[in-house]
């Protein structure tokens, strides 16, 4: 299993290396506090929001 994600920190990556058989990462920042400090917009979903995406496209 490949595992992909856009940003990560090291400790997530090492994690996750567990589990996959690679982990591919495009930015791993030394400085890592949370992942919506690397989006110009991370805004919040409700659990309705989700809910309701998973239902449309099930």
Same mark, same amino acid.
């Given at each position: @299993?490949i595992? #992909?994600v856009p $940003?990560? +920190? +090291?400790?997530?990556?090492?994690?996750? &290396?567990?589990a #996959?058989? %690679?982990? =591919? +990462?495009? =930015? &791993?920042?030394?400085?890592?506090?949370? $992942?919506? *400090?690397?989006? &110009?917009?991370? #805004? *919040?979903l409700?659990? &309705?929001?989700?809910? %309701? @995406?998973? %239902? +449309?496209?099930?």
């Amino acid at each position: @299993m490949i595992v #992909a994600v856009p $940003v990560a +920190s +090291s400790e997530a990556i090492a994690e996750l &290396r567990q589990a #996959a058989d %690679e982990v =591919l +990462s495009v =930015l &791993r920042p030394t400085s890592f506090a949370a $992942v919506g *400090q690397w989006y &110009r917009d991370f #805004a *919040q979903l409700s659990d &309705r929001d989700v809910m %309701e @995406m998973l %239902e +449309s496209h099930a």
